[in-house]
């Protein structure tokens, strides 16, 4: 596909907020891909590997400049300064190659395969005069580019496409552009290969270039429903949508994981857990008996071998091989097995006291870049398991979660303060589950897991498979004293907020929340808190805003941490809006210092 029609698509999905107006122009972007697709759907996200990949392209902000510079002929401190004033790269080249008097006698028609090409060149360049090699595969697409597609490439490069593709948006438009047609009762009849569905089991026989004929419209919902299930099944598998796209065009929707494998290396999603109303629930939940396993505080890694080299990745799918690297000769050494993926919780642990750390003491870590070793001797951490996905060549998530924990227990070799497995307990009283989980608060976990015996693992759902039982934390009513601008589209509007509690006369931050607040249809939304707050503000810094302590509102959280980032000493982890909570009440009835500083107490009694 020629690059001026491809960013032409770029520029539609730019134009409208409309999810399925997005939805629609890339499912026809997608039919259109023909050999092009793999490289299509990256460059559609604004990416050239998939996002767990270490991979980067590596090009500062600095070096996009230069390669502006050298391809238009204007001097670096002019692209400079227009890029402190526009905050986008893509419009800074787009204007400065609009500017451009004549085009250069080198000036060729760009395709997306040498766009991408190009890119990813730019991340296997190493050693002596990379910097001078980047520069020239940017500046030889700019040199080529009308303005429009050097917009484009700039953002590509520095990783900020600004059309709003999400995940769910991608996934969709696959689902659209494969979607085998649903024929009316009219015209039925005139077509072949035509599969009448009466109900959803009836789709085993669609092969791939079937029609379907839906008996009514809440079946032909149902089909589409279950299309969109196994695409997302497929993703969740292999986090990549070009992966997923490939495979849909060619196996058909309906097929669209006959040939999708686990592959040690590339990451899936982790398999989540539900909340349990109490003990009881829990059984309802995930039937009788269950497993019970501690729930360990610290952070979901997933550890991959493939018989060579060992890969950590985290919940987000980050590789964190390199912050863990003391990590690596110890699952080589004590998981048995040729290959494998294991599923675990990296910790921190207290050697004197016998106890594993709360994940803030370990946090720190995880986006550490330098100082590695060091930190690895002054913030020891170790693994507990507790379930392998992945075991010799085989994949193990279709195997139940029993069948899951026996292969783990004899492929764990453990290790005090290395490598241990999650304690369990299968069960099937309430009276012991509630002992269990006491004795889980009490050695400083966060709870427990209770776990379906029966059931298989499920990748980035939140399924009653597991479910988790840990002590709430009362919310808190905090005061929006400050918030920020969001970006792009959202540059209007409100997208996060400081929050505050009461100390005498005092508003003190204790926290910033973006999350529990929607888009639309809802009480609390952007929209309605930049409407109610815009009128109490006190003081603008670029996108930075004060505001007067007038709106409360109610927050849940996880967890109250120590902090030296905010005034009151403390922060919030994982704060949600749940309502707007200023008919009810004024600023100086906001929750106290005190309570915050209660709750913060409480919540270390149970540890
Ligand atoms: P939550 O983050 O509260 O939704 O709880 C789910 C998280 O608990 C998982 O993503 C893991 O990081 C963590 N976890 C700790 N212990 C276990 C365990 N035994 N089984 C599964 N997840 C666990």
Not at 158 to 181: N, S
Not at 395 to 406: P, V, W
Request: one cysteine or more.
């Amino acid at each position: 596909m020629r690059y001026d029609i491809f960013v032409d698509y770029l520029e539609r999905l730019e134009g409208t907020t409309k999810r399925l107006e997005k939805t629609k122009i890339l499912a026809e972007l997608i039919q259109k891909a023909g050999e092009d697709i793999t490289e299509i759907i990256y460059l559609v996200q604004g990416i050239v590997f998939p996002q767990w990949d270490e991979r980067k392209l590596g090009m500062s902000f600095r070096l996009i400049i230069k390669a502006i510079a050298s391809s238009t002929g204007i001097s670096p401190d002019k692209v400079e300064k227009s890029f402190t004033k526009k905050g986008d790269l893509g419009l800074v080249a787009e204007e400065f190659i609009k500017n451009k008097k004549q085009k250069t006698l080198f000036s060729k028609d760009l395709n997306v395969k040498k766009v991408f090409d190009n890119l990813k060149k730019l991340s296997s360049l190493e050693g002596h005069g990379t910097v001078s090699k980047k520069i020239a595969l940017v500046s030889e697409l700019l040199t080529s580019a009308n303005p429009i597609e050097a917009k484009y490439i700039c953002r590509t490069v520095v990783d900020q496409l600004r059309i709003g593709v999400a995940e769910g948006t991608l996934r969709d438009g696959i689902v659209w552009a494969y979607f085998p047609r649903i024929i009316g009762i009219n015209d039925f009849g005139k077509h072949k290969n035509v599969l009448e569905v009466k109900k959803l089991e009836d789709l085993k026989n669609l092969k791939k270039y079937d029609f379907i004929k839906a008996e009514n419209d809440k079946l032909a919902r149902e089909v589409y429903n279950h299309f969109v299930d196994v695409v997302q099944k497929t993703y969740n598998i292999v986090n990549d949508f070009a992966v997923v796209a490939e495979e849909v065009k060619k196996n058909g929707l309906n097929a669209a994981n006959k040939d999708i494998k686990l592959n040690p290396g590339r990451p899936l999603n982790p398999m989540l857990a539900i909340k349990a109303k109490d003990f009881d629930g829990a059984f309802k939940d995930v039937g009788m008996p269950a497993l019970a396993e501690y729930k360990i505080d610290g952070f979901r890694a997933q550890f991959h071998f493939d018989g060579k080299d060992v890969k950590i990745f985290t919940r987000r799918l980050e590789n964190v091989s390199n912050q863990f690297k003391e990590l690596i000769p110890i699952v080589k050494e004590h998981v048995k097995a040729k290959s494998f993926i294991i599923d675990s919780e990296i910790v921190g642990y207290d050697i004197k006291k016998d106890k594993f750390l709360s994940f803030q003491s370990i946090s720190q870590r995880i986006k550490r870049k330098y100082d590695i070793e060091k930190t690895s001797k002054t913030v020891p951490v170790m693994i507990v398991v507790f379930d392998i996905l992945y075991k010799n060549g085989e994949s193990l998530i279709d195997k139940t979660q029993e069948e899951r924990r026996s292969i783990l227990e004899k492929t764990i070799d453990e290790k005090k303060h290395k490598i241990e497995l999650t304690k369990k307990k299968i069960t099937n009283t309430t009276k012991e589950m509630e002992i269990f989980y006491k004795e889980s608060l009490k050695k400083g976990n966060e709870g427990i897991m209770i776990k379906n015996l029966k059931k298989i693992y499920t990748p980035g759902r939140r399924v009653a498979g597991w479910v988790k039982i840990k002590p709430g934390l009362e919310p808190l009513d905090l005061v929006i004293v400050g918030g920020t601008y969001g970006e792009g589209k959202r540059a209007n509007a409100l997208s996060s907020f400081r929050l505050a509690c009461y100390d005498e006369g005092k508003f003190l931050e204790c926290g910033m929340v973006g999350t529990g607040i929607k888009e639309k249809d809802n009480e609390v939304t952007f929209e309605s808190l930049t409407k109610l707050l815009t009128p109490l503000i006190t003081k603008k810094k670029g996108k930075t805003i004060d505001i007067k302590p007038e709106i409360v509102v109610e927050v849940e959280y996880e967890e109250i941490q120590r902090s030296p980032t905010y005034n009151s000493g403390y922060a919030l982890r994982f704060p949600r809006v749940k309502q707007l909570r200023n008919m009810e009440k004024a600023a100086k009835d906001a929750s106290s210092l005190d309570y915050v500083k209660k709750i913060f107490m409480k919540q270390r009694q149970q540890r």
